[in-house]
Structures are given as structure tokens and as C-alpha cells.
Antibody
């Protein structure tokens, strides 16, 4: 079945780095844009980043621009989020999500979500 | 950045009630709006896309309407499994989520 599985979360000190992965299965990964979305404990959803199906376009939320990098390896059906210069306010569950429109240049609704991976930034 | 304001922030209702949640955008977004349901400890689930299109597998008691700046999500007859938090999302210009509406049992 269609599935997204995140990994790579954990506890990291402020200023540290972490790389999240999202393994996709059950659909043609290389045909869909992908997103990262986060949710701080007890808070709402915050979009983090988007990458086009072919990796040619990337968009970021202002809160992570210059610190986080989204990438993908279509040969491995895997999405990544490299997080540098982490801050306490980056503490959250991080979800990867699939864009709903095949081969699209822009962004659309997110029809498949992973279960999330927790990132805690604390000394 | 486009801001989305949901109202109410929380809502108490009973099984069988008709419920409406509103989402207002800070500028026009055409029909580039989706609604999600999230239960505690779970990932969000897509309910409505393009403002009024029902996602496959979602019960027909859920419906969406609106365009431009004002949108609504309606649940025609609440079921026990509908008690959750609901988020609107715009994708006209990057992505923004509303702050959420927590629907609780009265």
C-alpha cells in the first residue's frame, strides 16, 4: 500500500545537526512533489519545505530558510531533510507528506502523510 | 505571507449535530484550500481538496465550500469518530495552515 516512513529523529543540542529520511513505497515516488511539515508539542501544523518531483524546485518556510535543506533521491524512493543550526524552537514531530498531483510544478493538497519522527533540541 | 484564521478555535457538539468550521484567508486564494482531520498522536488526514472536492474514502457527511477568502467545512451529522482537530491549509502561495479547530464531545 501507499506508505511514507520517516526516520532519523532524536535528541540534539542547540546548534547541532540532524538528517531526517522519509522512505516512500506503493507509488511512483519520482512523479510527485514532496513536503516536510512539523508540529511542535501541543501546537498546530507548520509547513517546512517542498521539493518538486524532479528536485528542480525547492521552497522553504522563512523560519528554516538558510538552515534546513530538502533533497530527494528518486533512485532510492527517499526524501531527506538536512537540519543545521538547530534551535529549541525546532523541537517538533516532523512529518513527510506527498503532494496530490502527479508531475506538478507547484503545490497542492497533501494526500499521504507519514507517521512522523520526533526531533528534540535541548541541552 | 498568506494567513489563515479558523473559527472557532474550539467547539463542543453532540453526536448527530451539524457543525460548521470557518477559515478566512488574509488575501484571495481562489479555491486552493484543503481541510485535514487530525486525531491525537496521529498524522493529519486529507478530507477536502480544492475547497470543495471530497477526498476518496472520506464519508459524504463532510463537505467544503467557498472561494476567494472565505471557506467552510461542514459535518452534516457528527459521528463519534469525528471528534478531532481540524485544520485548513492554503496552497495558492507556498503553504500555510490555519491554527486548528478542536471539536470536542458535549
Amino acid at each position: 500500500q501507499v506508505q511514507l516512513v520517516e526516520s532519523g529523529g532524536g535528541v540534539v543540542q542547540p546548534g547541532g545537526s540532524l538528517r531526517l529520511s522519509c522512505a516512500a513505497s506503493g507509488f511512483t515516488f519520482s512523479s510527485y512533489g514532496m513536503h516536510w511539515v512539523r508540529q511542535a508539542p501541543g501546537k498546530g501544523l507548520e509547513w517546512v519545505a517542498f521539493i518538486r518531483y524532479d528536485g528542480s524546485n525547492k521552497y522553504y518556510a522563512d523560519s528554516v530558510k538558510g538552515r534546513f535543506t530538502i533533497s530527494r533521491d528518486n533512485s532510492k524512493n527517499t526524501l531527506y531533510l538536512q537540519m543545521n543550526s538547530l534551535r529549541a524552537e525546532d523541537t517538533a514531530v516532523y512529518y513527510c507528506a506527498k503532494d496530490s498531483i502527479v508531475g506538478a510544478n507547484g503545490v497542492h493538497a497533501f494526500d499521504i502523510w507519514g507517521q512522523g519522527t520526533m526531533v528534540t533540541v535541548s541541552s | 505571507a498568506i494567513q489563515l484564521t479558523q473559527s472557532p478555535s474550539s467547539l463542543s457538539a453532540s453526536v448527530g449535530d451539524r457543525v460548521t468550521i470557518t477559515c478566512r484567508a488574509s488575501q484571495g486564494i481562489s479555491s486552493a484550500l484543503a481541510w485535514y482531520q487530525q486525531k491525537p498522536g496521529k498524522a493529519p488526514k486529507l478530507l477536502i481538496y480544492d475547497a470543495s472536492s471530497l477526498e476518496s474514502g472520506v464519508p459524504s457527511r463532510f463537505s467544503g465550500s467557498g472561494s476567494g477568502t472565505d471557506f467552510t467545512l461542514t459535518i452534516s451529522s457528527l459521528q463519534p469518530e469525528d471528534f478531532a482537530t481540524y485544520y485548513c491549509q492554503q496552497f495558492n502561495s507556498y503553504v500555510t495552515f490555519g491554527q486548528g479547530t478542536k471539536l470536542e464531545i458535549k
